[in-house]
């Protein structure tokens, strides 16, 4: 071809489309698929999202928080989102505006009702809500606040559900990131089973 012979529009475009065709084939499907392959793989648990089974049924995930109505049941964080997992929000409210005083305040004369203690020992993660909405872990001390309920609610000894919870109470992750925590739900599953082995 001589040089000053303009290239075809057909030549021009080869190019482009063929970047767009790797780009979009190799990083955007085959990349995406290796991936998840081997997240499956190494991670089997968790790449199908931490699903907790009891008698063949699904009940929950590790991973998300639930609300638990009844008495016999330790309750969950409140949830901005509604334990809703396809609408993660916190509530998005600073810490100056008052309604979101009000409706801690509001809370924690709920919950305190509910526990029969003073609203000035109700922790702080049984009125606020987490960032994603959802968080399915308690501190030690919002769960040991419910004991004496969840005891006289299933008729068991104190005792008896303060060994579960210390059981259940995990360690900062590698000693040393995050606070100890609980998970309420995996507690509330054990709750049943210690009971319905007895």
Known sequence: MNASTPASPRSTLRAPLMLAAIALLGFGLLYSLAGTGLGRVLFPHQATGSLIERDGRVVGSSLVAQPFADD?????????????????????????????????????????AREGVDPAEVPGDLVTQSGGGIDPHLSPAAVRIQIARVARARGIQAAHVERLVATHTEAPQFGVLGAPRINVLALNLALDQAQASE
Do not use: K
């Open 72 to 112: 016999r049941y330790f309750q969950s964080r409140p949830s901005a989102a509604h334990y809703d997992v396809m609408a993660l929000a916190g509530s998005n409210q600073a810490r100056t505006n008052p309604e979101l005083r009000s409706r801690i305040d509001e809370a924690r004369s709920a919950v305190a």
